[in-house]
């Protein structure tokens, strides 16, 4: 018997219900969960964004700490002279439109480079000869070029000469080249036979350069000094290097340690040290220098150009030396990049009353001169730390100047790049610079302009070596100074250096 049985195919399944959906969302949903981000987010944001800021101004200020804390390191370890170099952001750069560094233009630093000890120099053989006249084809300058009537070694008030020996003057051999152009600077250091005093580097340099490297003309042309040199039988004219030198010495007793390149205002005229230009510079001029110690004698007596060089001849010749360098960027150094968004702002850095960013001033004129370390012709900035952590005093020359108290601090300060601003050329009195928002009064600045991102000020104890991150610092109040009387502009600076932290008040 067969039994029958039901084949149930999917033709007999139930159906689904007509109603049923599969999951999602709809448009009117997805718009109204849209809508509540973007309420959420225009709440939020600026507070995210500040927060961002805060974030990248506390990031350069470790980041610059870091770099200092490296350089006191490394002079520590090496047991020489380490530092760091600041390089200029390179829009916010201070050039003006004829390419010169211009101190009315906002300036600012992004990247860091480190610094270290050059090795000692001592290629070829130097001779001293003390000239009455100038042996000069073409007198060369002083540092800085286009000075008009350069002084020369024929000057009363006259500098130190050494020139290269390019021939043994006992066997009539030739020497190494000196090889001193294009490669020695200016503030770098030479012992004559490595024994005695050390005479510093101060020209010459006719073709400008940021590296201050001495020259007479550009690379590769020939010396404009000539010398011949003759064994008796033998004669060679040849064209040979020479450096002018300061001894760091106050020759003249007059107070001051080499007038003219000491970094001082010595005639109060409002230009430091020799000025391209400005005649009346050269009056800072007064002091004949002097070869000191084994050097002494003698080579301060010659009258005449030696043109033909004997053993007999009563000069130094022939003789060995080296060269201690400044430091110089690290070989193979790369660099360091602040935050994007952040700069070390040295906006006014050459006023009397700098606003941000504030380094050493010379004691007289207006603070424009070479003996503060923003380097006139690169706009670069170095920080030179000794190896018992003591910053170096901000000058390239045989002497630093006498800074007072100001010169026991280093203040960088730390901006948001947007509010880097041009100082304010319709103001007779100080601030030039925006306030933070609040404390400027009703046009107070013509453009209206204030500080409204985060900014930090690191400060650098010279004596010490101490480094002190206040942020924010604290400003004065314009319409309510805090000692009742007149806007005090120093009192970021102030709190810094009393090792308080500032907020805005």
């Known amino acids: 018997m067969i039994e029958n049985r039901t084949v149930r195919t999917t033709a007999h399944r139930p159906a689904h219900p007509a109603d049923a959906r599969r999951p999602g969302f709809t448009l009117v949903e997805l718009l109204v969960v849209l809508l509540i981000i973007l ?14 800021s805060h974030r990248q101004v506390s990031q350069a200020a470790r980041v610059l700490q870091a770099a200092l804390v490296g350089a006191r390191d490394s002079a520590i370890h090496n047991n020489a002279i380490s530092g760091i170099r600041l390089l200029p952001d390179p829009t916010i750069n201070g050039i003006n439109a004829n390419g010169l560094l211009d101190p009315t233009l906002p300036l ?17 053989k130097v001779s001293i000869i003390k000239d009455l006249v100038s042996p000069f084809a073409v007198a060369p300058v002083y540092p800085y070029p286009s000075v008009p009537n350069p002084l020369t070694p024929s000057l009363s008030m006259s500098v130190l000469m050494v020139e290269e020996c390019p021939v ?34 101060i020209g010459p340099i006719a073709q400008a350069n940021p590296e201050l490297f001495v020259n007479d003309g550009p690379a590769g042309s020939p010396p404009q000094l000539v010398r011949t040199y003759s064994n008796g039988t033998t004669s060679a004219t040849v064209n040979v290097e020479y450096l002018f030198l300061v001894n760091g010495q106050d020759d003249d007793n007059d107070g001051f340690v080499d007038n003219g390149w000491d970094g001082v205002d010595n005639d109060q005229d ?28 003698s080579l301060q007596s010659v009258n005449s150009i030696v043109t033909s060089l004997r053993p007999t001849t009563p000069n130094l010749l022939n003789q060995t030396y080296t060269i201690t360098r400044r430091p ?18 040295l906006t006014t850095w050459a006023n009397q009353t700098p606003e941000r960013s504030r380094f050493p001033l010379p004691p007289f004129g207006s603070g424009v001169g070479r003996s503060q370390v923003v380097n006139p012709n690169s706009g670069s900035v170095d920080i030179l730390v000794n190896p018992d952590g003591t910053v170096v005093p901000s000058t390239v020359y045989s002497s630093p100047s006498s800074f007072g108290l100001n010169g026991a601090f280093l203040h960088f300060w730390l901006a948001e790049r947007s509010d880097v601003a041009t100082p304010d050329p319709t103001r007779v009195t100080p601030p030039y610079l925006p306030l933070p928002a609040g404390l400027a009064p009703a046009g107070w600045f013509s453009s209206g302009a204030q500080l409204n991102g985060e900014y930090s000020l690191v400060t650098v ?39 308080a932290t500032g907020g805005n008040q």
Do not use: C, H
């Not at 309420?39 to 961002?52: F, G, R």
């Not at 409002?270 to 004698?297: C, F, H, M, Q, R």
């Not at 110089?328 to 070390?344: K, Q």
């Open 108 to 124: 600012a630093m992004n990247r860091i480079v480190p610094l270290e000890a050059a090795p000692d120099y001592d290629e070829g």
């Open 270 to 297: 409002g230009n430091i040290d020799i000025v391209p230009g400005v005649a009346t510079s050269y009056n800072e001029w007064t002091e004949s220098e002097k070869w000191l110690g084994s050097l002494a004698g």
């Open 328 to 345: 110089a960027p690290s070989s193979g150094s790369r660099e360091v990049a602040l935050p994007s968004n952040v700069v070390i702002d």
């Open 461 to 499: 104890y010279s004596r010490t070596g101490q480094i002190l991150v206040n942020s924010p610092p604290r400003f004065d109040n314009p319409a309510n100074p805090v000692n009742g009387s007149s806007y005090n502009l120093n009192l970021p600076f102030l709190d810094a250096q009393q090792g």
């Open 168 to 201: 043994d003057t006992i066997a009539f051999t030739p020497n190494e080249p000196t090889s001193w152009f294009w490669n020695i600077r200016i503030g770098d250091k030479i012992r004559i036979s490595n024994a005695g005093q050390y005479y510093t580097v």
């Open 39 to 52: 309420l959420v987010s225009a709440v939020t944001l600026p507070s995210i964004i500040s927060a961002m």
